[in-house]
């Protein structure tokens, strides 16, 4: 019995093999392909794709990479693709007179190869950066704060990006000024930053960071900047999604009527572009769905190049007291750019509008008082209570850094001194004194 049903048991192997590597390792990969396409079911863009060769392999495209938004859909729809190629091959096989039964594992290969070949690109291959970016961007896009926080500590991110995204889980779950120097900081731009030198991939995460603090003319030029950075005239679920949304916040229905007739036509996209086609202009609606956000939205522009990103998040908290995210992010800026002064300032007012009326956060903590300890001998006097863990630990840290004369030996590089506010500071002050002339 075996020996009659090996060949199918085979094929049934290979299939699961191949579900289950797109359904897990590469499960950010198919997101990846999935947002750098857009299958419409009209006439009109199986006419248009038709009409060249490219666009026909463009048609075909699209349409299979439209399942990937369902992550188990899009890994079933490959593995069969994958089998049905294979099967292909082998009844080939037989029609050239190679349909030995020890000839079937040749039957494989051609499946193999246009999976590892089509499905993975070479600059994902070849590319740690790019594969992390794509990882954190997928993380980003489902919402999954703790996996990136986890992820973090597991390996340090070698992007910015990687940095900036998991600041941003930090700060969504409330966790950034008690623990963001547990994790790798590079300074302000790994936690907000402009659409300069950036792998095009990074808008779209950039986009859901403004999108969420209230910036929501940056969030829109970035997912711009994202659906333009496409190859070949490629259209962008995601993007289109985003830019229809930025547009129905900030009441420009004209615009955001031409993304919704984009989406309508789309399989995952199509029921929520259809139903604001019937609701736009219709503010009771749009209040119920979008109120929060459009109180909270800031209406000036050009953020993205703001040398000084603390003004633009001043004006965010400004706007709407209640933004207790861009409060934090307001903080974090303070301790990334080495400001203990505008610290202890944004602290109070922090404090003014009922956020951090226990105790302040643990970095806050860690900043003021070895600041204070600079300049003054007495503890006692501390502008701000301080936790007894911290009092403890800030110490210790303080008083090895009185001692040092350099910074190279290793336990400078170890906990608890690596997990500090003043281990991130000794860093960026050795960097600059490293690159001055």
């Known amino acids: ?109 051609p499946a193999a190869l246009m999976f590892y070949y089509g499905m993975i690109p070479q600059h994902y291959r070849d590319n740690a950066v790019f594969r992390e970016i794509v990882e954190y961007d997928y993380l980003m896009r489902t919402h999954q704060w703790q996996v990136i926080a986890e992820k973090s500590v597991q390996t340090v991110p070698q992007s910015e990006h990687g940095i900036r995204v998991t600041n941003h889980a930090l700060a969504i779950q409330g966790r950034l000024l008690d623990e963001m120097f547990f994790y790798q900081q590079t300074g302000p731009k790994g936690l907000l930053a402009d659409d300069q030198q950036q792998e095009p991939l990074t808008y779209y995460s950039l986009s859901d960071i403004y999108m969420h603090l209230g910036f929501i003319n940056e969030s829109e030029r970035l997912a711009f900047n994202a659906k333009q950075s496409l190859p070949d005239h490629h259209k962008s679920g995601r993007a289109f999604f985003r830019l229809a949304e930025t547009n129905i916040i900030n009441g420009n229905y004209t615009i955001a009527r031409k993304y919704l007739n984009y989406l309508r036509s789309t399989l995952y996209y ?118 007894k863990d911290v009092y403890e630990a800030t110490g210790s840290i303080m008083k090895a850094i009185a001692m040092a004369r350099d910074f190279n030996d290793p336990s400078f590089n170890e906990p608890p001194f690596s997990q500090s506010y003043w281990h991130y500071r000794i860093m960026v002050l050795q960097q600059k004194l490293s690159t001055t002339p």
């Open 1 to 109: 019995m075996f020996c009659k049903w090996w060949k199918a048991a085979l094929s049934v192997v290979f299939g699961i093999v191949i579900f289950m590597i797109c359904r897990f390792p590469l499960c950010a990969l198919m997101n990846y392909h999935e947002q750098s396409h857009l299958f419409r079911w009209t006439a009109f863009y199986l006419r248009d794709q038709f009409s060249s060769w490219d666009g026909l392999q463009e048609y075909l495209v699209s349409f299979v990479t439209q399942f990937f938004y369902v992550e188990w859909l899009g890994a079933l729809l490959v593995a069969l693709l994958a089998v049905g190629i294979q099967q292909v091959v082998w009844r080939l096989m037989r029609l050239l007179r190679l349909g030995h039964s020890w000839l079937y594992l040749l039957s494989f290969v």
């Open 270 to 387: 199509g029921s929520w572009a259809r139903n604001w086609l019937e609701k736009l202009g219709d503010e009771t609606y749009t209040e119920e769905q979008y109120g929060n956000v459009r109180r909270r939205r800031t209406t000036q522009v050009n953020h993205l190049i703001a040398p000084d990103k603390s003004i633009m998040l001043t004006e965010l908290v400004q706007q709407d007291s209640t933004n207790r995210l861009a409060m934090d992010y307001l903080l974090a800026y303070d301790l990334l750019t080495l400001k203990h002064e505008q610290v202890l300032e944004h602290l109070r007012w922090g404090e003014q509008l009922g956020y951090y009326t226990q105790i302040a956060p643990r970095a806050v903590q860690e900043c003021l008082m070895g600041s204070w300890l600079l300049f003054h001998p007495d503890a006692t006097e501390l502008p701000i209570p301080i936790s």
